[in-house]
């Protein structure tokens, strides 16, 4: 929920020295505060232009107040803990209470003004990732501003040139600061409510962490091994779903912070990217997809036609991108005797447990994990485990949800003889056929 930040009020600031000439430190709007890791309700105009508000899994729109033709926001760099799902809570860097950041949202044409302090323990500056902006505002420390010092305040004005999705993150130690999870997303919307008009309106960012078993501090030198794939710093089960109205045009914006490219696919419909972070791509240039990848420091827009009822899996399609920390180093066991290899291993350690032999699957397994530490795949849905974690979540697509209803509408009620079934099984192993011998061609 909001909370004020009486630490950060006028007089905690007016002593900064960074904030100077046109606004002064009495003009600083105060800083939103959230602690709650649910999908926040969308945040709609209350003037100006009229659009569809996003809604942000797992997260939440800034609120702005207006001072005199400026939309003011106030960032708030800080050290945040972030619950990833249910039982593992890591120590990350945020804003306003949360990693990654608020979403910021505005108009085609707005001025902007956002404050951003700095209460991290090193410098820091937030560059506007994919906007057009004035030089001395692109958030760059040392070529374009200089850093933000720990206990100041900067502030960045610029208009919104165009309409899109862009992000930000800081151009400040960027390895320790992103890895750390600093990052955000920044939607504007067309000035004309006519222009490709949604019902609905996600958005998220992708990071990868490396966070050991047991412990809740990510490595920030890590460049490939990660273990901890998330969609805005949640894993599967803990990333909200996306409850969708039968019939709904929804748009899902993707941003990717991380260090790898991810394809993302979605079941039951094929859809259209819409956009990117250079801009919107014209009708004519789309084409259908079920698939698509979203590449390293990029975002990609997709708009779907929710014309298909039910649950309908969301996920990166790298296998290992759905899974959790303990799915590493595990030895590839299959075909090896389970009871063999668990009598010779109780041996020597009474509390193994032999795994592989037939598979991963998980769904029925019980084993100890260390603290703060989640299963490799978890979940569960109306017919057993769901065994996923990481880059997973599910749209649900339902005929009864209201317009601006985004509760979760729980399990898909599936209409009587459209679930796969068991068949009995033959007494023997049927007969099998000798494929028919392939022709040679003539040359």
């Known amino acids: 929920m909001f909370s004020r930040r009486g630490f950060l009020g006028t007089a905690a600031l007016v002593g900064a020295g960074a904030i100077q000439g046109r606004v002064q430190a009495a003009s600083i709007p105060e800083a939103p505060h959230m602690d709650k890791a649910v999908m926040q ?43 990833f799902a249910e039982g ?116 998220f960012v992708m990071s990868t962490y490396r966070v050991d078993p047991g412990t809740s501090l990510p490595h920030v030198n890590e460049m490939t091994d990660f273990n901890m794939w998330t969609w805005n710093a949640r894993v599967f089960p803990g990333i909200d779903p996306l409850p969708v109205r039968l019939g709904d045009k929804v748009r899902v914006r993707i941003g990717n912070l991380s260090m790898t490219n991810h394809p993302i696919h979605l079941h039951g419909h094929s859809f259209a990217v819409t956009c990117t972070d250079g801009g919107w791509i014209p009708e004519s240039a789309q084409y259908p997809e079920t698939t698509t990848d979203v590449p390293v420091g990029a975002v990609r827009v997709f708009d779907v036609f929710a014309d298909n009822p039910g649950d309908w899996a ?18 590839n066991l299959i075909g090896v005797s389970r009871k063999d290899l668990a009598r010779a291993v109780g041996k020597l350690a009474p509390d193994a447990m032999a795994m592989g032999s037939t598979g991963m699957a998980m769904g029925n397994m019980e084993m100890p994990t260390p603290d703060n530490t989640l299963p490799m795949m978890s979940g569960a849905g109306q017919f057993g485990p769901i065994e996923m974690g990481g880059m997973f979540t599910v749209m649900k697509i339902r005929e009864d949800m209201a317009r601006n209803d985004y509760r979760d509408p729980g399990p898909y009620r599936f209409p009587q003889g459209t679930v796969a079934y068991e068949v009995a099984s033959p007494g023997t192993e049927p007969a099998r056929q000798p494929a028919a011998p392939i022709q040679k061609m003539k040359m």
């Open 41 to 83: 309700p969308p945040l709609h105009p209350t003037s100006g232009p009229d659009y569809r508000p996003v809604v942000t899994l797992n997260g939440w729109t800034l609120p702005f107040r207006m001072n005199g033709d400026w939309k003011e926001f106030h960032l708030v760099a800080e050290p945040v803990v972030r619950e």
């Open 314 to 331: 969301f996920h990166c399609h790298k296998s290992h991108h759905t899974m959790n920390a303990m799915g590493h180093d595990v030895r």
């Open 88 to 203: 593992m809570k890591v120590n990350l860097w945020g804003y306003n209470g949360q990693s990654p950041g608020p979403t910021i949202e505005a108009v085609e044409g707005d001025k902007v003004r956002i404050f951003v302090t700095n209460r991290l323990p090193e410098y820091t500056t937030v560059h506007w990732h994919g906007m057009i902006i004035p030089s001395g505002m692109d958030g760059v420390g040392g070529l374009t501003q200089p850093h933000i010092q720990p206990g100041k305040t900067f502030v960045y004005e610029f208009e919104m040139k165009k309409s899109g999705t862009f992000m930000y993150h800081p151009h400040s130690d960027e390895m320790v600061q992103m890895a750390m999870g600093m990052m955000g997303m920044v939607v504007v919307h067309p000035r004309e409510a006519t222009f490709r008009p949604v019902d609905r309106d996600f958005v």
